[in-house]
């Protein structure tokens, strides 16, 4: 088969990461993939035997995802976002896929509609039709209005054959942050969690025995990094704070003027990352879906701040489920401080590690399962 993933990640790099490891997964499998990707360029993650063709991209204005920005930073106008969608579609075309995959969409990225229906409906032109799936993780960010469920309702019965939902139902259930028509029930397809291989130790032993603190690849996360910078100061282990976004190299210049004289490591956001986790002492992080599952695979004491910035509540859900496990904590944005972070360091450190015995982590390995059964169906 050859399939194609469209993608679009405006604030971290959740959405690629997991696009990515969803493709790679079909390729092992011996398909061709390409993932099309509208969001900022992000080398840091894994794209082993999968294409990644890079539309002209995007990124939010903070949290304001109605405003977006091209690289230089200029507001995106509606020259630059037609072209946008005629390079999707010239792609799509290029390629010519048997199965079509939207990330999030039409769940999320509204601001994006127009392009992705500009996608959709050039699927629906191409001969034979592919198959049409969207993919989603395992909570969605609520619908703010009714209407907004009704219309993604509307765009599935036009343009999809099903939804693939990457999560565990024993655990958590699509339900629980989107209302489910009986008319979307029918289309859901769970999945598990789509999970990279577990990671081996790290071959350096960087990492090992430090609190590690990250929040993903975007320019989130500067609150965290400040407390972790004063809660690292007369703590008995190391600290170690992984800094992305494209203004990355500014944000980790002032923590390390913050930091002047402390033992701590401020850098960028590394490739080795979950092989750090492996050996870490404690995570201390934001709760993103792939941040989640690295988590819950190495076993690692965490403390979780879950994204909160704009009324966004995905995370706090997600949080939420997590801390009823042992060794899990979480500091809400409202309540972090130094002291607050120090104390849920050694809460999560006097429980120790976690065990993944029993964990449904081959969400990509059923996805690709079950596209193959749907286009095997299609064709009797």
């Keep these: 088969m050859r399939v194609l993933i469209a993608v679009t990640h405006l604030l971290g790099t959740g959405h690629l990461r997991r696009a990515l490891t969803l493709g790679r997964a079909f390729a092992a499998a011996g398909h061709r993939v390409v993932v099309l990707s ?26 304001n995802f109605t405003r977006l920005l091209c690289d230089d930073g200029t507001v995106a106008g509606d020259d630059y976002l037609q072209a946008r969608q005629r390079f999707m579609v010239d792609t799509l075309r290029e390629f010519a896929p048997d199965v079509v995959i939207t990330e999030l969409f039409p769940f999320g990225r509204r601001s994006l509609s127009a392009e992705f229906l500009g996608l959709l409906q050039a699927t629906e032109n191409l001969r034979p039709k592919p198959l049409v799936l969207a993919s989603v993780r395992d909570i969605l960010a609520p619908p703010s209005k009714p209407a907004k469920a009704v219309r993604a309702d509307e765009i599935l019965m036009q343009h999809y054959d099903g939804v693939l939902v990457h999560s565990d139902p024993t655990i958590t259930e699509l339900a629980a942050s989107w209302p489910v028509s009986p008319a979307l029930r029918a289309m859901l397809k769970y999945t598990g969690y ?8 790290h071959p350096t032993g960087e990492g090992a025995g430090e609190v590690l603190v990250s929040a993903g690849g975007g320019s989130v996360g500067q609150a965290l990094f400040e407390a972790a910078v004063e809660a690292a100061r007369g703590h008995a282990l190391r600290w170690r704070l992984l800094v992305g976004g494209a203004d990355g190299a500014a944000r980790i210049a002032a923590l390390q003027e913050q930091a002047a004289g402390l033992e701590i490591t401020i850098e960028p956001v590394r490739p080795d990352f979950r092989q750090m986790l492996t050996g870490a002492a404690a995570s201390v992080s934001m709760c993103g879906y792939n941040t989640a599952l690295d988590l819950l695979q190495t076993g690692v004491p965490a403390v979780l701040m879950p994204f909160d910035d704009g009324g966004e509540v995905e995370q706090s859900l997600r949080a939420a489920s997590l801390a009823a496990q042992g060794g899990i904590e979480v500091v809400t944005s409202a309540d972090l401080t130094p002291a607050r972070l120090v104390s849920a360091v050694t809460q999560v450190l006097d429980v120790g590690q976690r065990s993944a015995a029993g964990l449904q982590m081959l969400g990509a390995e059923e996805s690709v399962r079950i596209v193959e059964a749907m286009m095997a169906e299609a064709q009797v």
């Design 38 to 63: 509208g969001g900022r360029a992000a080398p840091h993650l894994d794209a082993k035997a999968v294409d990644v063709v890079q539309a002209p991209s995007l990124a939010s204005d903070g949290t």
């Design 194 to 201: 789509v999970a990279q291989p577990p990671a081996l130790a």
